[in-house]
């Protein structure tokens, strides 16, 4: 059943967005203070263990929050695209690059396989980048020590496609249609709102991104872009 709103519930819902926004930017820069003390805990506590794992511990909490409200503020902003004609297979590979020494620290094996002779496609390079950051992180950190991740890039008919394959638990049914929803989760965190945001930016260029069972374990997320 569909439901129906109104001009005024959508203009309630718009004016709720702007007041989450500037709530986020406001609550950003609380964070940045707070972040100024937890150092200056690392620093007094500098010989004292107990101290200095407590003041940590807050650090680390103190910048997840950041990045979940970088995160969010980014989702609760309009999407603007500078599209240039660009070498897709070149940003999967600076997107690759960008996070071998997390693959290397947790000993997951990184493999590409791009195919040759691609036509350029019209895209955003930093939210394009940004988008793929979130799926390859994902698929990482689902990944078990000395397992594998990966990427290929090929043409299918009028379109590019992207897979990337982890080898982490396999999602059932509805997990898969919610990978991308960071509502339908049982918490919201950072890589839900990144997994959110990167199904916002891949539609937004016309594309189509889609998570199904790997095989013998695991999750394949194909990202479709028409050329």
Do not use: C
Not at 72 to 93: S, W
Not at 117 to 146: C, K, T, W, Y
């Amino acid at each position: 059943m569909s439901v129906m709103i109104n001009d005024s519930e959508e203009e309630r819902l718009i004016e709720t967005g702007r007041m989450a926004s500037r709530l986020i930017h406001d609550f950003k820069n609380q964070l940045g203070g707070l972040k100024l003390y937890a150092a200056y805990l690392k620093k007094r506590f500098a010989d004292n263990p107990e101290g200095l794992e407590i003041a940590e511990k807050i650090n680390q909490g103190l910048n997840e929050m950041a990045g979940q409200a970088a995160s969010l503020n980014k989702l609760t902003r309009p999407l603007e695209l500078q599209k240039e004609p660009r070498d897709l297979a070149l940003a999967v590979e600076q997107t690759l690059s960008g996070h071998r020494a997390e693959a290397e620290k947790k000993q997951v094996k990184l493999e590409s396989e791009f195919e040759p002779s691609l036509p350029p496609l019209s895209f955003d390079g930093q939210h394009m980048r940004a988008a793929l950051e979130s799926i390859v992180a994902r698929a990482i950190d689902s990944s078990p020590e000395n397992g594998e991740v990966r990427v290929w890039l090929k043409r299918r008919g009028e379109a590019l496609q992207i897979g990337i394959a982890d080898q982490g638990e396999t999602l059932d049914e509805q997990e898969r249609r919610a990978l991308f929803d960071a509502l339908a989760g049982e918490r919201i965190n950072q890589t839900s709102l990144g997994l959110a945001l990167t199904r916002r930016i891949i539609e937004k260029h016309g594309g189509r991104i889609e998570a199904r069972a790997n095989s013998p374990t695991g999750t394949i997320v194909e990202v479709s872009l028409n050329i």
